[in-house]
């Protein structure tokens, strides 16, 4: 016991590897003679040993989200300055497909089709504008379904109107915010469908095929 | 690695709050591991763990980037925890400490086998065994052998972390090696 206090430092700084080369050749020939000693070291690698065989932890799965949300809020323009440093091609990308969209809806409203009207009542059909209109004092009974042309009401519409390819033109827009006063009254719905989101599509495809094989 | 994270810790100081995700991804287990060793609880870690990245990102202006990020971000874990320690047993010593005998009979059984069973539970019994000694540690001790044994930290990045000569790391490490090895002998 009293030889383990003599020891002690001295067995650390071995395991340290601390020590010069003769220190290292004196306590190695002590410990050939010495249970106690030699024991001692053992018992220290074993003590490190098992200590660093515990496993690495990891933190909590929503850490990096908790840390994130208690940071102190970030300026507007920080934001906004981030954002484009961050994502510089989004940006050019946004650019891109408002341009991309424009055009394929020329490409769709520029492209001739015949228009084809349901609805019970009498109603007007504008060919060269593409418009059908429902004339002053005219009622339709009940619903109405315009298909590649825009409605204009100034009658009445029991129903609901549906427009395909089309949209609903209100006929006098001058009088202000209450426009609604200003045209017929539609009893029903008014939907709109507008097949041009189908087209970009088929168009959005087309125009990546070819770009790949630009590319390519 | 240490030209990736200068890059992140540039990028937030211009104000990309986003950036500083990557530097909680990178470190947040290390820090988490340090904060439960000392603190011996998943909850009262993950508490600390966070307030270290809170505080390390509004004292960013505060770090120099060229010095390492880990010892500057190690050195606040360790400081809040210590903290805590402190605030939760003001006369904290060693020979308050009163060994738990459920442990024992496995411990010994541990001691005495020279090949280590590989069983899964018998790594995880291990493993609180691990934590139950390093609680019995005072923080001094306990701070210095995880950050040695646990996180496998040089002595001069321990000295910078806990703002300590090397020379008091290395007895430090010493005496919690030792305290280990009597617990470790005598149960
Ligand atoms: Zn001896």
């Known amino acids: 016991m009293a030889c383990e206090n003599e020891y002690s430092h001295l067995i650390h700084k071995y395991l340290d590897e601390e020590m010069t080369l003769l220190e290292k050749k004196k306590l190695e020939n002590h410990l050939l003679h010495c249970a106690d000693c030699s024991g001692h070291l053992r018992e220290l690698r074993k003590t490190v040993a098992i200590v660093q065989s515990a496993s690495h932890m990891e933190a909590p799965k929503d850490f990096t989200a908790n840390v994130m949300k208690q940071l102190p809020k970030e300026t507007r323009t920080n934001q906004w300055k981030t954002w484009t440093r961050r994502h510089p091609y989004l940006i050019t990308a946004a650019v891109f497909f408002l341009v991309f969209i424009m055009s394929v809806s020329s490409i769709w409203t520029g492209g001739q089709k015949e228009i084809i009207v349901q609805g019970d009542g009498h109603f007007v059909v504008d060919e060269e504008r593409g418009v059908v209109i429902i004339p002053e004092g005219e009622v339709i009974s009940g619903d109405i379904t315009v298909r590649n042309g825009d409605i204009e009401i100034a009658g009445e519409v029991n129903g609901s109107i549906t427009v395909i390819n089309g949209e609903l033109i209100y006929s006098d827009l001058t009088n202000g915010e209450n426009y609604l006063a200003s045209t017929g009254h539609v009893a029903g719905e008014i939907n709109e469908i507008n097949q041009v989101f189908g087209w970009l599509w088929f168009h959005i495809k087309s125009f990546f095929s070819d770009v790949i094989n630009v590319f390519n | ?187």
Do not use: C
Request: a neutral charge; glycine letters at 2%.
């Open chain 2, 1 to 187: 690695m240490d030209a990736v994270v200068k890059k992140i810790i540039i990028e937030v100081k211009k104000g990309d709050q986003q950036a500083f995700s990557e530097l909680v991804e990178i470190y947040k287990d290390k820090v988490y591991q340090v904060a439960y060793r000392m603190l011996g609880n998943a909850h009262e870690a993950q508490d600390v763990a966070q307030e270290a990245f809170l505080r390390a990102y509004t004292n960013l202006e505060t770090y120099d980037i060229n010095r390492k990020f880990s010892t500057w971000l190690f050195r606040i874990a360790t400081n809040l925890a210590i903290d805590r320690i402190r605030k939760k047993k003001p006369d904290f010593h060693l020979e308050d400490q009163v060994a738990g005998t459920e442990d024992l009979n496995y411990y010994s059984q541990i001691a005495t086998d020279e090949a280590l069973p590989e069983d899964q539970v018998v790594k995880f019994e291990m493993q609180e065994w691990v934590q139950n000694e390093i609680m019995m540690l005072p923080p001094k001790y306990r701070s210095a052998i995880i950050l040695k044994y646990m996180e496998d930290l040089s002595l001069k990045e321990i000295s910078e972390i806990l703002n300590l000569p090397v020379a008091t790391v290395k007895t430090r490490i010493h005496r919690g090696r030792e305290a280990l090895r009597k617990r470790l002998r005598d149960s």
